[in-house]
């Protein structure tokens, strides 16, 4: 964990505070140094608290005064309109960040100031200072080429606080190496659990299933600007992550992202950052990804007769059964397809909702 020690080279302190500590070691008042420096009790006011510059007129008169080098406080001058110029790019920074919903979401404390709410997130995120985190996370998130849709259009620093909570959360599970084929031949025991309601039941056993081939299973809501559904990222040679966000709160979509990503894992570079967001898939990859999932939900041999499926809840459900699959995702696929409507048969589909801390 960082300690707030680590952030104080962002503090901007100025000279004055210096020159302060040195009057009080003196036991000499602001206005007894103010008439030995020549000037009014006011303007050395605005110089002990940085709104006069010290120049090298000053710093002169300062090191007669006060018996330390002119070269000591033109560096300490310096250094404090460094810190300003940092302090105002950390505000910035912030502002990249959905700091109320990592607040919200419990993944960082909650602040009173600026600086602690810098610090917060510089913890959050493991790096020492915001030109770390540039280093690390912006520049990093570029060189390993995201995959997104041709519609997904988020905010970068959501994305990536989206992503570092996964990244958290794998470090607690406990999973056996990476092993592909394992991981492939336990997709149909997965799918079963589809039929299952409750996510306090069904997730629970998915990430056991998961954490068995080598995967570890994050369910972590979106914070506000991340339109994503689904991530995938090795965090190791025998460590995959698979991320969900639950972002449309139904069955259909949460199960098909997770079969989606199980392709991206199964069939894709290990090297590569898979992120899926908006409601448009480009490249051979996303819609390999696509059809992986159609196929792992509804075998091949079945999709014909799921095409001629009539607008009936009972026979979508007796389908759903044939297939061991939640009614909801036969909708979905439906839905997909322009068979049914957007509006059709929708009861069948189990809706969630986050609960409220």
């Not at 390993?144 to 905010?155: E, G, K, N, V």
């Not at 031949?185 to 998915?206: A, G, M, N, W, Y």
Request: aromatic share 10%.
């Amino acid at each position: 964990m960082i300690e707030l020690t680590h952030f104080l080279p962002d503090w901007a302190s100025p000279p004055g505070a210096t020159i302060s500590d040195i009057l009080e070691e003196r036991g000499q008042s602001v206005a007894e140094f103010a008439s030995a420096m020549g000037n009014s009790v006011d303007h050395t006011l605005n110089l002990l608290n940085g709104s006069v510059r010290i120049t090298n007129g000053v710093a002169d008169q300062l090191a007669k005064t006060l018996g330390i080098s002119a070269g000591f406080w033109l560096s300490r001058e310096s250094q404090f309109r460094d810190g300003l110029v940092r302090l105002a790019k950390n505000e910035e920074w912030l502002k990249e960040l959905p700091v109320n919903d990592l607040v919200k979401f419990k993944w960082i404390r909650k602040s009173s100031n600026t600086t602690d709410k810098i610090a917060a997130c510089l913890e959050f995120f493991g790096v020492p200072t915001v030109s770390d985190w540039r280093i690390q996370y912006e520049g990093g998130t570029r060189l390993a080429a995201f995959r997104t849709s041709a519609s997904f259009s988020s905010a970068e620093g959501s994305i990536l606080a989206w992503l570092r909570k996964g990244e958290i959360e794998s470090t607690a599970m406990d999973c056996k190496d990476w092993n592909g084929e394992a991981f492939f031949s336990t997709l149909p025991r997965i799918r079963s659990l589809t039929r299952q309601k409750d996510p306090s039941v069904f997730i629970p056993e998915l990430q056991k299933l998961c954490a068995e081939c080598g995967v570890a299973v994050v369910i972590a809501r979106a914070p506000s600007g991340c339109r994503s559904s689904g991530a995938t990222r090795f965090l190791s040679a025998n460590k995959a992550l698979l991320m969900l966000s639950f972002r449309y709160l139904s069955d259909d979509h949460f199960w098909f992202t997770f079969f989606h990503e199980a392709g991206h894992l199964i069939l894709h570079d290990t090297k590569d950052i898979f992120l899926e967001g908006g409601d448009l898939c480009s490249g051979t990859e996303e819609q390999e990804a696509n059809d992986f999932a159609s196929n792992q939900l509804v075998a091949p041999e079945y999709q014909g007769e799921m095409r001629s499926l009539p607008v009936d809840g009972r026979a979508v459900m007796r389908f759903a059964r044939k297939v061991d699959v939640s009614p909801g995702i036969v909708v979905g696929q439906l839905q997909h397809l322009d068979i049914f409507t957007q509006r059709q048969l929708n009861n069948l589909k189990v809706r969630y909702s986050w609960i409220q801390e």
